[in-house]
C-alpha cells in the first residue's frame, strides 16, 4: 500500500515538472547553419561553421545561459544555430569571428526602443512597434553570454 502511495505522488510530481516545462517553452533543437547570413542592416554576419572551433556548449546550455539573466527576448526561440559570427563592428568578436550558439527570435514584435531623454513639449504618439529579428550570441566554446542584436525583420532570412 505504501508503494502505491510514493508511486502516485512521483507521478503527481512529474506531472508538474511537465507542465512547467510546456509553460517554459521548450526551445528548438540547434543546427549548424549552412550559408551565411547579413542580419538586416547591421554588420553582424552569421557564417556556417565548418570545421571550426571546439564547440564544448549544447544548444539546450546556450539558450538555459541566455535566459539566466541575459538580454533575451521572452517566450521560446524560432530557431538555435551553431555559427561563426563576424562583426567588424564590434571588439566583442575578434576579426576571423567566434563559433556561437545564435539564439533566434524571428518575426517579433519589435522591443521598444531605450534611452535618450526627456520629451519637452507633448509627447508623440506611440509609434507602431513593426517587426524585428532578434538574435542573442552566446559563445559555444565559453558560455559566455556576448550581445544581442535587433535589426527590422528579415523575409529573405536564409
Do not use: K
Request: proline fraction near 12%.
Amino acid at each position: 500500500m505504501r508503494r502505491r502511495v510514493v508511486s502516485t505522488r512521483s507521478m503527481a510530481g512529474l506531472a508538474v515538472i511537465a507542465g512547467l516545462i510546456v509553460g517554459c517553452g521548450i526551445p528548438p533543437s540547434g543546427t549548424a547553419r549552412t550559408v551565411a547570413w547579413t542580419v538586416g542592416d547591421t554588420n553582424l554576419t552569421l557564417a556556417p561553421p565548418g570545421g571550426r572551433g571546439n564547440m564544448r556548449l549544447s544548444s539546450l546550455d546556450a539558450y538555459q545561459r541566455c535566459l539566466g539573466g541575459a538580454s533575451c527576448a521572452s517566450g521560446s526561440p524560432t530557431a538555435i544555430e551553431l555559427a561563426v559570427a563576424i562583426d567588424p563592428g564590434t571588439n566583442i568578436i575578434p576579426p576571423e569571428g567566434t563559433l556561437v550558439w545564435a539564439i533566434e527570435w524571428l518575426d517579433i514584435v519589435c522591443p521598444p526602443s531605450r534611452g535618450g531623454g526627456p520629451v519637452v513639449g507633448p509627447a508623440p504618439p506611440p509609434a507602431d512597434p513593426g517587426r524585428c529579428d532578434e538574435i542573442a550570441l552566446v559563445d559555444a566554446s565559453t558560455g559566455v553570454f556576448l550581445f544581442t542584436q535587433t535589426a527590422p525583420h528579415d523575409p529573405n532570412r536564409p
